[in-house]
Antibody, heavy 120, light 112 residues
């Protein structure tokens, strides 16, 4: 089964850019059976959909984040990435990457999550 | 304010049956999008519990079942066990949000 692992800084300064990478193992980001998604969860709160990218690079964003958000695919490294600009304390959350099946559109496999704190 | 509405909490004694509702609208569940359910145990990542309204991934006990009707969906758990104590989230997609994914606010299940 797919395995996903998030990586990136745990602390980001306000107004700067949050950058995270998800490495996919035991599988390929070019696999047509999956899209690749980012989800976040503020401390003590519920899940929020950030966006997704297909195996050929088509991106779907959460409209509330679209102006600050970039999601990209790196097939040579078998990774996909998230960049969120102009962060504030409201962007503090556990960030998860996940695989979204291209059949049922469910989030089948998840990374363990990484906490990103926005603070000076 | 989540696009999909779930009760904040439900509870039940061991062995009992509980249900968790997920209410949407004509732009998401009512538009024909499937509903998926996730279980999040304390301190862990969410795990897919039900996909496509009523299908269980391999390894999920048949005590868990899902259904969908109109603009709503439900998750039922029978034979409640202590290990079922967790947060449960429904998820779908929404045409008014450029077909972005949407989640319910989550329901905390307490096993008494």
């Amino acid at each position: 089964q797919l395995q996903l692992q998030e990586s990136g800084p745990g602390l980001v300064m306000p107004s700067e850019t949050l950058s995270l990478t998800c490495t996919v193992s035991v599988g390929s980001v070019t696999n047509r059976s999956y899209y690749w998604a980012w989800i976040r969860q503020p401390p003590g709160k519920g899940l929020e959909w950030i966006g997704s990218i297909s195996h050929f690079g088509t991106v779907k964003h959460n409209p509330s984040l679209k102006s600050r958000l970039t999601i990209s695919l790196d097939t040579s490294r078998n990774q996909f990435s998230l960049r969120l600009t102009s962060v504030t304390a409201a962007d503090t959350a556990v960030y998860y990457c996940a695989s979204r099946s291209s059949g049922w559109f469910s989030l089948d496999y998840w990374g363990q999550g990484t906490l990103v704190t926005v603070s000076s | 304010q989540s696009v999909l509405t779930q009760p904040p909490s439900v509870s039940g004694a061991p062995g009992q049956r509980v249900t968790i509702s997920c209410t949407g609208s004509s732009s998401n569940i009512g538009a024909g999008y499937d509903v998926h359910w996730y279980q999040q145990l304390p301190g862990t990542a969410p795990k897919l519990l039900i996909y496509g309204n009523r299908n269980r991934p391999s390894g999920v006990p048949d005590r868990f079942s899902g259904s969908k009707s109109g603009t709503s969906a439900s998750l039922a758990i029978t034979g409640l066990q202590a290990e079922d104590e967790a947060d449960y989230y429904c998820q779908s997609y929404d045409t008014s949000l450029s077909n972005s994914g949407v989640f319910g606010g989550g329901t905390k299940l307490t096993v008494l």
